[in-house]
């Protein structure tokens, strides 16, 4: 199973999508559910790193096909 470096601290949104390769519209999707927290500075929208580690962590096995 492939692993994300998520340290301490705060990304944005822009980031997080980059690392968990979805698009704009399922980065909401999985914050309007409550299986991904935000916070916001300002106008900014950020995730914190553990926070994000959390989500990733809790996506389902993937199955492989033909084995």
Do not use: C
Not at 5 to 10: M, Y
Not at 28 to 56: C, M, P
């Amino acid at each position: 199973m492939a692993t994300a470096n998520f340290e301490d601290g705060l990304i944005t949104v822009a980031h997080f999508k980059e690392l968990a390769s979805i698009s704009h519209s399922q980065f909401y999707r999985e914050v309007k559910a409550g299986r991904l927290r935000v916070k916001k500075l300002g106008s900014k929208t950020l995730i914190a790193r553990g926070d994000a580690q959390k989500w990733f962590e809790s996506l389902p096995e993937g199955v492989s096909r033909g084995e």
